[in-house]
Every structure is written in C-alpha cells, then in structure tokens.
C-alpha cells in the first residue's frame, strides 16, 4: 500500500517539532512525505523546502506544497512532486467554494501535470474532485501520478449510506469506514 505522510494544517497551526515529523518519516517510510510549508505563502514555504527536503530525500520522495498556486509563477517548482492546497486558499474555504477552488486547480494543473511526476490535492472537498475529474484523468493519461487525501471520508457522503449505518454520519468500525470512503470515491471519480 502507498502511504503518504503529512503534517496536517491543524497540527502546523499549533506548531509541530519538525524533528519529531522527521522521525515520524523516518520510522514509516511512507512513499511520499509532504515537506514542511507555511499557509498560503510561497516565499517560506520554499525557504523550508530548501531546509527540509535534503534531509526527507533520504527517507522518502518529498513533495513542495505550491502554497498560492493560482498566484505564484509555477514555472520554477523545485521538484516533480508537488501538492496544491485544495482545503483552504487565503481568500476562500474551498468546502464553501468548492468551484472557485477546482478552476484555480485545474488551471494549474493543466500546466503541472505534463512536468511533474506527482500532483496531489491536500484536502479537497467531495465537489471539487468532481469538478476536477477530467483534468485528473488527463493528468494521469500523461503519466503524472494523481493523489488526493481527505478527512471527508469519516462522514457518510450521503443520506443512503448514512441510512445503511443506522442513522449514524460516523462509521463503528473499520468495516463501516471502508464502506464510506468506498462509497465517497465512487461519487467523486464516477
């Protein structure tokens, strides 16, 4: 199974021992590794991916979250592995605005994806992957490895699955959560 590992933007807004993220790494040996970033700034984040990366290179592939893709100049990315923050962007919350938050990403990833051998979306809401089904595709057919995580998948992703768990929006036990991210990616890729 591929993993990848990630500070998470809740942990990184309460600071996190970037040492202890290190041995983290370290004892997982995930496939990739979501370097150190700053929200929504591209300057610090790329300061910490030139701190970072060497060290994270060693242990797994590393991948530089594109902080304001939709602003920065993503013709100079320092690596083939990129995310683009897909929860949140400076001016919206992508699950409020979950079209405002595909367009930006399809425009980048059209350019990305022909230069990279790894997009991945951290966090993005159920209707934006559906609004960005097409140009993943395309990204794929072009050899880049498409990814995405989500914490979306501990709710049932809609009433007919929330009515199979009983009523309940959160699963019991492994089972049930395998059902519901089942059932959440079958609505966002089909």
Known sequence: ?????????RAAKQGVDLWRYADLV??????????????????????????????LSRLTRPIFVLQEFYRADIRHIPTGHVALPMRRHRDANCALRPRLC????ERALRWLCGSVAHAHLLGPPLRAVRLLRDVLKRCERQGAVVSFDTS??????????????????????????????EAWLKQALA
């Open 152 to 181: 979306a998948y501990r709710r049932a992703p809609n009433s007919h699955i929330k009515k199979t768990l009983g009523g309940r929006w959160q699963p019991k036990n492994a089972e049930e959560a395998t059902a519901m991210l």
């Open 1 to 9: 199974m591929d993993v990848l590992v990630d500070i998470g933007l």
């Open 102 to 105: 595909a367009e930006r990403a």
């Open 26 to 55: 370290a004892e997982v040996r995930p496939r990739w590794a979501i370097a150190p970033d700053v929200f929504s700034d591209f300057e610090k984040t790329l300061e910490l991916w030139r701190h970072w990366s060497p060290l």
